[in-house]
């Protein structure tokens, strides 16, 4: 890294000739001074050399120096070398391919767009066109002029070797024995006439438009690993069966603890695809019914949270496997108020029906007619098992089940998780623990679908362009964890989650934060009294850290004697590319 630099004037004799009058600048890498040559000075007046002299002695001269110098072209250029900095020191560019090319260079290119700004494709080709740059990257990257065509054919080339690529993210990030979180998402689809998308469940609440499904491994931290695209109306638990075969064919891995929610590894699944395969263990969680179940067996009891939170049971009809049953009384609370919530909605709802069959003029009548209205009601509320219903041709009554209702909060808080890891191998509470990491994956979703990189909406038409630009975002998101991760100190993310994890009651009880980010949280200050950003505030404050290109005015053409400087940057933004790792001039 080389941030400290001195720029002086130097007369460099030249045997029978006039010296020559150098700008050069000096700085230290790697513990070693070095200098470089900015600018020739030579055919300068005297008077005009004296004066920048002057100036970079800190003696106030400007008037001058303005006249010797013009910034011909200043583009944004801390964020761009944050981020191919980091790419490189996690050895992605190599992971992509071992040398560098056309292809490899346009995808780097787009991954980094990706972190810096998401925008369309088209979009970005066009920020790295040298008339029409909004940053410093497509010089950096020498891309030239990159049309649509290029682009294309760089993400048909990337979905071509992303097998490769996961491969060797997988040798770098998962081993023997380790857990591998996977879970699903979906995103809308915008585009036309795309064999992958299907109509099904939206989870962004996109009503209309039919849905684009992908799944993602990532390591026990969260770092993501590979990424597969299904057609929108695929069930999540009949995408896990590829994941298995990725896991143990193509990464090699023989012994290895799968994590996955309720929704994903349930029962059939478990009988069919996990047990079968000797040396893949597992970690999920009962639904519902299954709780009930167990409840109504005597199996789940008040009396076994009296001391802790957390208890190991055992039931005839999980042979060999063990249960953890959890309560949250947090988790309680907000259940039994978001309970009551919809009773009363739907109480209201159904008040308006009843009221709509008792009108003077023109009276809800027919029993079918009354029953479609108040199956709308509790089709959306969800409550109809907590209601006694009566309908007849000319009336509507309702009230609660009481009785249901007390047994559904008697359950309240209560979760069980079930794995087949064996207690040596993992306590109860790790294995908590390690369900609950399946949130590292939702973090990754929000990262990828919201403020940071927009994998939304998706236009692509051709199937092996939507994989390539799924792949693209998570290799993007691949970048920006390692980034996080290593800028945690002056981001608001907590960057001593051990003594969090230490300072927090019970794997059960909600996360607390350590001392160092309730401090920041509060003071909006890091330690060192700057100010904290987001990861998305910090790239745009890295990004006024420009490239300036400077011409001396009495060049004779319009390149000669041409040089660059970057802006000097503040303490801040030394502190971030010091944690980093990575070097400000690329």
């Known amino acids: 890294m080389h941030y400290d630099v001195a720029m002086y004037i130097e007369r460099v004799p030249n045997r029978n000739s006039p010296p020559a009058i150098l700008l050069r600048e000096s700085y230290r890498q790697s513990g070693k001074v070095r200098k470089r040559t900015l600018a020739n000075l030579t055919h300068w007046p005297e008077h005009r050399i004296e ?103 760089a993400m048909d080339w990337l979905v071509e070797r992303q097998e490769r690529i996961e491969t060797k993210l997988a040798r770098k990030h998962l081993s023997q024995g380790c857990l591998v979180l996977y879970d699903v998402s979906s995103s809308y689809y915008t585009g036309r006439n795309c064999s992958l998308a299907r109509f099904g469940h939206s989870r962004d609440g996109k009503k209309g438009f039919p849905q684009i499904l992908y799944g993602l491994l990532c390591n026990g931290e969260g770092c993501p690993v590979a990424v597969e695209v299904f057609e929108g109306n695929v069930g999540d638990p009949k995408t896990l069966s590829s994941q298995i075969q990725k896991i143990r064919r193509r990464f090699g891995l023989e012994r290895v603890v799968l994590v996955g929610d309720r929704g994903m590894i349930t029962e059939a699944r478990i009988r069919e695809e996990l047990e079968p395969v000797e040396g893949l263990q597992w970690i999920t969680a009962l639904r519902a019914p299954a709780i009930r179940k167990l409840a109504e067996g005597g199996m789940v009891q008040p009396s076994l949270f009296d001391e802790r939170d957390l208890a190991e049971i055992h039931s005839p009809d999980y042979p060999g496997e063990r249960l953890i049953a959890c309560r949250n009384p947090f988790l309680a609370e907000e259940r039994t108020r978001k309970r009551e919530e919809l009773l009363q909605a739907t109480e209201k709802e159904l008040g308006r029906i009843v009221a709509a069959t008792r009108r003077k003029q023109r009276p809800v009548k027919g029993k079918e007619r009354i029953a479609l209205r108040v199956g709308k009601v509790i089709n959306h509320y969800k409550m109809e098992k907590h209601f006694k219903l009566t309908i007849t041709d000319t009336s509507l009554s309702y009230e609660r089940d009481v009785d249901k209702i007390a047994a559904e909060a008697a359950l309240d808080g209560i979760y069980i998780i079930r794995t087949s890891v064996s207690e040596p191998a993992l306590t109860a509470s790790a294995t908590v623990r390690a369900y609950k990491d399946l949130a590292l994956v939702e973090r990754a979703f929000r990262s990828l679908k919201t403020v940071d990189l927009k994998i939304r909406p998706i236009h692509h038409r051709l199937a092996g362009r939507v994989r390539a630009h799924v792949f693209l975002c998570v290799l993007a998101y691949y970048v920006e964890w390692h980034m996080r991760r290593a800028l945690a100190p002056i981001l608001f993310d907590d960057e001593d989650k051990e003594l969090a994890q230490m300072l927090r009651r019970s794997v059960v009880a909600p996360a607390v934060r350590s001392p160092k980010a309730e401090h920041k949280a509060r003071t909006k200050r890091t330690a060192e009294d700057e100010p904290v950003h987001s990861f998305r505030t910090l790239l745009k404050d890295l990004a006024t850290l420009a490239k300036n290109r400077i011409r001396p005015r009495t060049s004779k053409t319009d390149s000669a004697g041409e040089f660059e400087m970057t802006t000097t940057p503040t303490a801040l933004q030394r502190r971030a590319f010091e944690l980093l790792g990575v070097r400000l001039a690329l």
């Open 51 to 153: 004066a920048l002299r002057a100036v970079l002695k800190g003696q106030t001269q400007i008037a001058d120096l303005r006249q010797a110098f013009q910034i011909v072209r200043s583009q944004p250029h801390g964020h761009v070398a944050a981020v191919l900095g980091t790419l490189a020191k996690i050895g992605l560019d190599k992971a992509l391919a071992s040398r560098r090319g056309g292809e490899r260079d346009v995808v780097v290119g787009l991954i980094a767009s990706r972190v810096i700004d998401p925008v369309s494709k088209l979009a970005t080709a066009r920020s790295w066109r040298a008339q029409t740059a909004s940053s410093s990257l497509g010089s950096v990257l020498e891309l030239g002029s990159v049309d649509e065509d290029k682009l294309y054919a």
